[in-house]
T-cell receptor, first 114, second 115 residues
Framework: AQSVAQPEDQVNVAEGNPLTVKCTYS??????LFWYVQYPNRGLQFLLKYITGDNLVKGSYGFEAEFNKSQTSFHLKKPSALVSDSALYFC????????????FGSGTRLSIRP | NAGVTQTPKFQVLKTGQSMTLQCAQDMNHNSMYWYRQDPGMGLRLIYY???????DKGEVPNGYNVSRLNKREFSLRLESAAPSQTSVYFC??????????????FGNGTRLTVT
């Protein structure tokens, strides 16, 4: 069975500092991994994905994520946080089977203080 | 670009009432999905439609029915609403269920309260 865990309900970072939002996953075989962001009263927006290739994936708004197969992790990172990055972030995983569904983590609220 | 459009944005129902949540996408996507979002639980898949003419159950289908009316539209029906169905409902679409790396595109949600 697939699963994804976001161990932190909330992450607080000062503006200008680097940020990391953690995600670990469990799936049979190789995973497809995604990060989405949700702003208040909006649907989720796609940020980036890992399918294969380079372990460091770059996405929208300066975000990147690092795939680590041995640790089954896909942490979201940004070198310098902005107040406007404050939002709810979701990690998601999908297996290689065409019958596989996308499973979402419980979300991490990122708060950037000025 | 409208993307994925959901109606209504808000709804309050009494226990036992029925309603249909509407969803339409204009991206020519083959696959459509209904999720519910509850605090601390992330998004849970209710039903999905891999392509026009097909629907399948997700993680939490009990109490819901769906209709894939055509390629653009995918509706979610609550036949007899219960307080446990109070949630925010999101419709999403993607190019194809088989296109495993294609991301989901979400609507802005319907906030449903059942009293």
């Amino acid at each position: 069975a697939q699963s994804v865990a976001q161990p932190e309900d909330q992450v607080n970072v000062a503006e200008g500092n680097p940020l990391t939002v953690k995600c670990t996953y469990s799936v049979s075989g190789n995973p497809y991994l995604f990060w989405y962001v949700q702003y208040p009263n909006r649907g989720l927006q796609f940020l980036l994905k890992y399918i294969t290739g380079d372990n460091l994936v770059k996405g929208s708004y300066g975000f990147e994520a690092e795939f680590n197969k041995s640790q089954t992790s896909f942490h979201l990172k940004k070198p310098s946080a902005l107040v406007s990055d404050s939002a709810l972030y979701f990690c998601a995983v999908r297996g290689y089977s065409s019958a596989s569904k996308i499973i979402f983590g419980s979300g991490t609220r990122l708060s950037i203080r000025p | 670009n409208a993307g994925v459009t959901q109606t209504p944005k808000f709804q309050v129902l009494k226990t036992g009432q029925s309603m249909t949540l509407q969803c339409a996408q204009d991206m020519n996507h083959n696959s459509m999905y209904w999720y519910r979002q509850d605090p601390g639980m992330g998004l849970r898949l209710i039903y999905y439609s891999a392509s026009e003419g097909t629907t399948d159950k997700g993680e939490v289908p009990n109490g819901y029915n769906v209709s894939r009316l055509n390629k653009r539209e995918f509706s979610l029906r609550l036949e007899s609403a219960a307080p446990s169905q109070t949630s925010v409902y999101f419709c999403a679409s993607s190019e194809a269920q088989q296109a495993l790396g294609s991301p989901l595109h979400f609507g802005n949600g319907t906030r449903l309260t059942v009293t």
